[in-house]
């Protein structure tokens, strides 16, 4: 462990409370029921991940870390909240229903799910080389937590939100297990994303339009006979 | 004697230049043709002039089939496909017979269809001329395929392009129907055919060439998979050519399409599979057991026995003549059976005189085939009607149609002098000749099976005098709808064009003999000797010895000729100045009229009774007091409801328990996702 203890120096410590900060935002947006307060949250989880990976870019390096955390401030804390923002007053859509388990519930699954991804990162971390390892459990954990939040969110917004999030768990996956992905992929995926944002975007105006609400289980009217 | 074909034909060609090339470039006009036709809707008049186009094309593929059927074979491989996977084409003696059958009859029946195509609105105008072509030139590359890659491609495009032709009047929910069955029928089989080329590639792994038709010749075959690949590929392509039970689409596809289509589909598409089936059997398998030719053979003849009997109870005359296919298919397979028990048998001569008896029969079906559908496609475009009981008398209205007509019925009928005689007949010498067999079981049954044989014959002859009689003869059974037109000239010269293939390939057997004979020595290294030897060869046509049959057309159609002209004159002699017009003798029922007369359901009605038990018969008996009665009864076939509707219904079912799974609601897609990720994390990390 004297590799671990002089591995882990000041910078890598704040990376740890970064990635800790991250999870329990997960949470937090687990519990949350307003829509624009789990934007603000999303923005946060966006804001960390910045800051982590600059971190990390600082403290390594790799200087093509930089180019990741810039482009993770631009369109994950300022362009998609600011955009998402605007959706909601447009639409007017602020308050979530009850969603499909209550939160209490949804809370003790989360938990369960991050045991599972601790578990299940362990002997991978032990594979990984970089100084950022041990974060590894924390990205899955979150990715898992997003991946629970779509399932559990009954309206549109949310669910695109989770989305995102749980892109936000694969990139500090990248970045804890292997120094983030080569540059061109970064890009390629945070063009998809902004497009994909965007897609969303119009398909709500469009889901609106006919069924007059966000509420997705209008949805199932399609369904086959 | 083998005749000898001046073989100075292919000389005419460039010499540096194969005729496998020139094939190519036929296909290519052709594709350049379906290329082109979206783009010609606002000319209207080259688009009705493309049919001619592609006649042209036909018959020159027609010349260079007949070149390939000569020449030595020769192959090019094409500078596409898939990276590493060329296009090979080959162009030897089957392929050549098979490409000279499909321009022969596709010149003709382009033809046709410049004539039936051009009252068609823009629009579907050139919609058809898209696919026509493609059609053509999809079963070009089926024949000319020396891979199994460009095949299985041709055989798509073939089959897809005869798809969009069948449902041409999409507007018609039964057409719908007709093409889905179609076309699922079509896949099915395309499926088997690529596990069947999967199997013979199996002997030649490892190589990237391996699926070439060279490299599946020379792999080594273990007898197991080679019977495999041989199963596979007898259901794969009897789905495409109608063997009973994968016959379902035939009577409701062919009826649908356009009748140039129809004829195209029946006269040429149907071959396709007959070639495929002999290229995979005796030219790529290198062993062929002797129970292949047994199973073929049942299946041929239960097909043959099943289409005629079903013809004979049809009232449609589109759908009759579909049924009336399923029993010229089913002929050929059992020469295609008998062929492959003789060559197990080690009994070279015999096989090639059965293999010349399906071949020749192949191509008589084309000509003959086509000319009807093309008759009745006439009929139907004059008065709007497919079923015979509204039809009848057409002979006054339509003259043309009617007596070119006559001559492929007589045809397909199997009478002499004409071509469908020559076939029958050296089959069922083929068929007497078994006795020669070693197996004695084979020996006690195949009497039985020339007895089906000459049963299916006979049948088709009733079938087609209840086609003409009712069609043709008589007085029409309704109104005819203003005034009736006869085919135009393209239609005529089109018929006029199968009616003389149908002639003529009937007056000179021994002559196509010779020309089919580098098919046989290719298949079975061996050829039909004709043994009317010396001066009498070019007339007589013995396949066995002159002393145990020969036959000798010209001779025959003279007789006929001198016979009808002496009966002419004596009763132009006895009877001249003595004819009077005067009404018949009413048998003191003064009140006949052309509802009278028998009808469709009637003339089958002891096929019906007789053969009862297979089939389905919906009828509808008109009520006493109705002054104007109509009898309609519709046999409809028995293997769908025993065969076909469990297997609907068992998908069905599986399908509405896979529907289960569908909710609607996008969190429960979500847990599925989620609970596979889960899964699959957990079984990775283990």
């Known amino acids: ?225 | 004697m083998a005749i000898v074909f001046p073989s100075g034909f292919p000389t005419v060609f460039p010499p540096d230049s194969t005729p496998v090339e020139f094939a190519w470039a036929g296909v290519l006009f052709w594709l350049a043709l379906a290329a082109a036709a979206p783009f010609l809707r606002r000319a209207r008049g080259l688009l009705a002039l493309a049919p001619a186009l592609c006649a042209l094309g036909a018959l020159a593929m027609a010349a260079i089939g007949l070149a390939g059927l000569l020449a030595p074979a020769s192959a090019i491989v094409l500078p596409f496909g898939l990276p590493d996977l060329p296009f090979h084409l080959r162009l030897d003696a089957l392929s050549g017979l098979f490409l000279l059958l499909l321009g022969a009859a596709g010149f003709g029946v382009s033809l046709y269809a410049t004539g039936y195509f051009r009252h068609m609105e823009t629009g579907a105008l050139a919609m058809v001329m898209l696919w026509y072509p493609l059609f053509l030139a999809g079963m070009a590359m089926v024949i000319l395929a020396d891979d199994a890659y460009a095949f299985m491609v041709a055989w798509e495009v073939m089959a897809l392009a005869s798809y969009f032709l069948v449902t041409t009047d999409h507007a018609i929910p039964d057409i719908r129907r007709a093409g889905f069955l179609y076309l699922l029928i079509a896949h099915i089989g395309a499926v088997a055919l690529l596990l069947a080329f999967g199997v013979l590639q199996g002997g030649a792994v490892g190589e990237m060439e391996a699926y070439t038709f060279a490299a599946m010749r020379d792999a080594e075959q273990a007898p197991f998979w080679a019977s495999v690949a041989f199963l596979l590929a007898l259901f794969g392509f009897g789905a495409k050519a109608g063997l009973v039970p994968m016959h379902v689409w035939l009577p409701e596809a062919h009826p649908a399409a356009p009748s140039p289509v129809s004829a195209l589909m029946s006269g040429v598409m149907l071959k396709t599979a007959i070639y495929g089936l002999l290229r995979v059997s005796f030219d790529l398998l290198n062993v062929q057991p002797g129970w292949w030719g047994t199973l073929a053979l049942a299946l041929g003849l239960v097909t043959a026995l099943y289409g005629v009997i079903f013809a004979a109870v049809q009232s449609d005359m589109k759908r009759l003549l579909a049924w009336s296919s399923i029993e010229n298919i089913g002929i050929i397979v059992a020469g295609f059976g008998l062929t492959l028990i003789f060559h197990a048998d080690g009994k070279g001569a015999l096989a090639a005189l059965t293999l010349t008896a399906l071949l020749y029969h192949a191509l008589n079906h084309a000509f003959f085939k086509g000319l009807l559908f093309a008759g009745a496609g006439a009929v139907l475009h004059a008065t709007g009607e497919r079923r015979m009981g509204f039809l009848g008398g057409m002979i006054r209205f339509m003259p043309w149609t009617a007596w070119l007509t006559l001559i492929g019925a007589l045809a397909i009928a199997g009478l002499p002098p004409l071509n469908g005689f020559v076939s029958e007949w050296l089959l069922l010498q083929a068929f007497l000749l078994t006795p020669g067999l070693s197996q004695p079981y084979l020996n006690m049954v195949i009497p039985v099976a020339a007895a089906a044989v000459a049963l299916a014959a006979a049948l088709a002859a009733y079938v087609m005098v209840k086609f003409f009689g009712v069609v043709f003869l008589g007085q029409p059974r309704a109104p005819i709808p203003g005034q009736l037109h006869e085919a135009g000239w393209p239609e005529r010269l089109g018929m006029l064009w199968l009616a003389a293939g149908c002639v003529l390939l009937g007056l000179f057997p021994p002559q196509v003999i010779a020309l089919l004979a580098p098919v046989t020595r290719l298949l079975t290294n061996q050829t039909l000797v004709n043994d009317a030897g010396g001066a009498a060869g070019w007339l007589l046509l013995a396949p066995v010895s002159s002393e145990r049959a020969s036959y000798a057309p010209l001779i025959f159609l003279l007789v006929v000729l001198v016979v009808l002209l002496l009966v002419f004159v004596w009763v132009r002699r006895v009877h001249h100045g003595r004819a009077r017009r005067a009404d018949p003798w009413d048998c003191g029922f003064p009140e006949q009229d052309a509802r009278m007369q028998d009808s469709a359901e009637g003339f089958g009605q002891p096929i019906r009774q007789i053969f009862d038990g297979f089939m389905r018969v919906e009828r509808e008996t008109p009520d006493p007091f109705d002054p104007h009665p109509q009898y309609r009864g519709d046999s409809r076939d028995k293997l769908w409801l025993l065969l076909y509707q469990p297997i609907a219904d068992l998908a069905a079912r599986l399908s509405a328990l896979v529907g289960r799974l569908q909710h609607g609601r996008i969190q429960w897609y979500l847990i599925y996702s989620f609970v596979t990720l889960i899964f699959l994390l957990v079984f990775v990390t283990r």
């Open chain 1, 1 to 225: 462990m004297t590799e671990m203890d002089t591995a882990l120096t000041y910078p890598l410590q704040v990376v740890n409370l970064l990635a800790a900060l991250l999870l329990l935002i997960s949470f937090a947006m687990l519990s949350q029921r307003r829509v624009v307060g789990l934007i603000t949250l999303f923005a946060w989880q966006g804001a960390a991940l910045a800051l982590s990976t600059a971190i990390v870019a600082w403290s390594t390096g790799q200087h093509h870390l930089y180019y990741s955390a810039a482009l993770t401030l631009a369109l994950k804390v300022i362009a998609m909240p600011w955009f998402f923002y605007r959706l909601v007053r447009r639409l007017d859509v602020d308050r979530d229903v009850e969603p499909m388990i209550n939160i209490p519930t949804t809370m003790l699954i989360g938990i369960a799910l991050v045991i599972f991804a601790f578990n299940l990162a362990t002997p991978i971390s032990q594979m990984a080389g970089t100084v950022t390892r041990a974060t590894l459990g924390i990205a899955m954990a979150s990715v898992l937590l997003a991946f629970l939040m779509m399932i559990t969110r009954a309206k549109a917004i949310p669910q695109v939100i989770g989305f995102l999030a749980m892109e936000n768990g694969l990139f500090f996956a990248a970045t804890s297990a292997t120094y983030g992905m080569p540059l061109v992929v970064e890009l390629g995926v945070a063009l998809d994303v902004m497009v994909a944002v965007f897609v969303l975007g119009i398909f709500f105006f469009q889901i609106r339009e006919t069924f007059d609400s966000l509420d997705l289980k209008h949805m199932e009217k399609l369904k086959e006979k």
